[in-house]
């Protein structure tokens, strides 16, 4: 079944994410992908390692990488709206991206401030389309636009044709998210998505929840997340990436196996009965 929908799956950065796209490309690659998403706009956080494509070197390193697998770059993030982030700071990494035939960006909501966040999600959006790019807002657990309802009430107010949502299941299981409420919205919004698993308890502590998404995800299929029934929700042709950082899985295996096992387990659990 899965063969003929032409599934693709795709290695998303945060797998290893201080890896730099060329290697993280032969990576995915040699781990059996199709696609790969790459966070070339940094979020700044503690530790992080930008992959700035507007660098020559970088730009050039990741084309031949692109050129050698046949990988393709699906989409990059992350795009933030946050108090004290300026817009169009993003415009020299989209032409970036743009140029490597990228049509698609991942962002996610930082501050409560609904006016605003909505203001400028409008105009990163009309940024993006002098590229040729649409920007799909994530709702996260532990950020301000935290659920798939205050996602689509966003894209509702911008009301352009270049927005859509990326559900991730992590996000999607612990925010209490119902699989009914994607009946509700226009299958056209859904591009790309994230799968990854996790055990059933869901942690009321932001720092547990942070610890969770960015440390020790589960491979799909490993935990409680009902994904054949999310994925039946979505576009059969969604991309489905795989995100899952998991930082002691990735010094056992190193993120070559890491992320052939990640692959291998969400081909098994969608195939089973």
């Known amino acids: 079944m899965e063969a003929m929908m032409e599934t693709k799956y795709s290695l998303v950065h945060l797998t290893g ?6 290697e993280f490309i032969r990576i995915a690659a040699a781990a059996g992908y199709d696609c790969v998403s790459l966070r070339t706009i940094s979020m700044g956080m503690p530790g992080e390692i930008p992959h700035d494509l507007t660098k020559p070197e970088l730009m050039r390193a990741t084309k ?6 046949g990988i393709i770059f699906h989409d990059t993030e992350n795009a933030r709206i946050a108090e004290g982030v300026d817009i169009k700071s993003y415009e020299p990494h989209l032409a970036a ?8 960006v991942l962002g996610n909501i930082w501050t409560p401030d609904k006016a605003y966040y909505t203001d400028q999600f409008g105009k990163l959006c009309e940024l993006a389309a002098q590229y040729e790019l649409d920007v799909n807002v994530e709702f996260v657990t532990w950020a301000s636009v935290t659920n798939l309802q205050q996602a689509a009430e966003l894209l509702r107010a911008v009301n352009m044709p270049n927005t859509g949502i990326t559900v991730d299941a992590l996000h999607f299981y612990r925010s209490r998210v119902q699989l009914s409420e994607l009946d ?3 299958r056209k919004w859904f591009k790309f998505m994230h799968l990854c698993d996790c055990g059933v308890e869901i942690p009321t502590e932001k720092d547990a929840l942070v610890h969770t998404g960015r440390a020790e ?3 799909p299929g490993e935990g409680c997340i009902n994904m054949k029934a999310l994925i039946e929700r979505l576009p059969a042709d969604i991309i489905r990436g795989i995100e899952v950082p998991h930082l002691v899985r990735l010094e056992q295996y190193g993120l070559e196996e890491h992320a052939r ?5 969400a081909k098994a659990y969608f195939a089973a009965g």
């Open 261 to 265: 096992k990640a692959l291998q387990s």
């Open 64 to 69: 031949e990488a692109l050129k050698e697998t």
């Open 217 to 219: 995800r589960l491979y």
């Open 17 to 22: 994410i201080n890896i730099p796209p060329p």
């Open 97 to 104: 991206v743009a140029e490597l035939g990228v049509r698609h």
């Open 184 to 186: 509700e919205l226009p």
